[in-house]
């Protein structure tokens, strides 16, 4: 297979932990005998900086004409810190998600064996959680119409919401379940917010099309809890822009690092693949930042062109680097390995490069890496 895919590396670490995907995904190619074409772009406050856009017309007609966008994280605190600036880089990634009609981000959420003790929860409550978040991503409070009186004191931000854009996720999350546990909670807040209730009356109604999948419904801040206290009651959540984002960042303390976490963007035509976590600006260039979800996005990006066995070999590869202990040092507090060596690592594992050395107290890396 051929694939076009634009590489948005954006600000912070997200250079680093996107090279690393790239690696894993050449390494792909070459033992699966596919061609991947990287073509990469500026999104961010980096584009803002060299363009004074953080979306440049360049970059979207880019992303309009491959196959996938792989993504990296965007936030500078030099636009975080200041509420005045009319120019940010996170409206560089709203414009994309609505110019590519990426309308449900995908983030699931299962533990790896190993690291159970490093997630700041019990193991007894986390061991078997398996869960995947369809948040809808075009609608919502982070688009509405947004005013701000003269005087600077008053503020509004509209949620709205159309049953189309309800309806089209919704079908999403259904088919998901079917392939899962059968089983859609859907989190709201229908005992106050308007837009909560059409959603249930929506899903209510989109549901009846799946017989063999159980439907129930959680307000937002229960469902909050829930995920904490009991996280393996839930097999695919479905909720909206804002509810989504903040329930599937909490819900990467089950895995023990927000590193861990991938998702996935998708549209009727387009889709895009990124880590969950932000541009982490205090790591910048300091080798340390946790590559694995962006290497995982990559094997989301996989699956999504329904190359399955390739997919597989990257999550082997991912979980034989957390097995021998080849993390960084948000999962290893005393570890030797940086970004880079980790990224090495999985390439070469997928490479089955005969330079790795395998012992059950060490992990020695050889000289062959990816570029």
């Not at 999104?43 to 966008?69: F, H, R, S, Y």
Request: glycine letters at 6%.
């Amino acid at each position: 297979m051929n694939l076009k895919i634009a590489v948005l590396p954006g600000d912070g670490i997200g250079p680093e932990v996107t090279l690393q995907a790239k690696k894993a995904l050449y390494a792909i190619g070459v033992v699966y005998d596919h061609e991947f074409v990287f073509e990469d772009a500026l999104m961010g406050a980096v584009a803002i900086d060299k363009t004074g856009n953080p979306l440049p017309e360049q970059t979207l007609n880019l992303c309009l004409n491959t196959d996938a966008v792989l993504f990296g994280a965007i936030g500078d605190p030099k636009y975080d810190n200041n509420p005045d600036a009319k120019v940010r880089p996170e409206q560089g990634l709203l414009k994309l998600r609505k110019e590519l009609g990426l309308f449900a981000n995908i983030r699931p959420i299962k533990p790896y064996k190993s690291l159970l003790d490093s997630s700041p929860l019990k193991r007894e409550i986390i061991e078997g959680a398996d869960f995947t978040i369809f948040r809808e991503l075009t609608g919502g409070v982070y688009f509405g119409e947004k005013k701000l009186n003269d005087a600077g004191t008053i503020a509004s931000d509209l949620c709205e919401y159309s049953e189309e854009e309800i309806t089209r996720i919704t079908h999403l999350a259904f088919k998901a379940a079917q392939n899962r546990r059968k089983k859609v909670t859907m989190v709201d807040k229908a005992n106050v917010l308007e837009t909560s209730r059409l959603w249930r009356k929506v899903v209510k109604n989109v549901s009846e099309s799946y017989p063999d999948v159980a439907l129930d419904f959680l307000f937002v801040d229960n469902a909050a809890m829930q995920i904490i206290l009991n996280p393996k009651q839930f097999d695919v959540i479905l909720t909206e822009n804002l509810f989504g984002d903040i329930l599937s960042d909490e819900a990467s303390v089950i895995t023990g690092s927000i590193g861990l976490l991938a998702s996935a963007s998708l549209g009727n035509k387009k889709a895009l693949f990124e880590p969950i976590h932000g541009s982490y600006p205090q790591a910048k260039g300091k080798n340390i930042a946790n590559p694995i979800a962006s290497v995982l996005s990559a094997a989301m990006l996989l699956e999504h062109f329904g190359l399955h066995k390739e997919a597989k070999k990257v999550y082997e590869a991912v979980e034989k680097a957390i097995e021998y202990n080849v993390v960084t040092i948000d999962l290893k507090a005393d570890s030797k390995f940086g970004t880079n060596e980790v990224g090495d690592f999985i390439s070469n594992v997928i490479l089955s490069k005969d330079d790795l050395y395998f012992k059950s107290d060490n992990v020695q890396i050889g000289q062959s890496t990816i570029v």
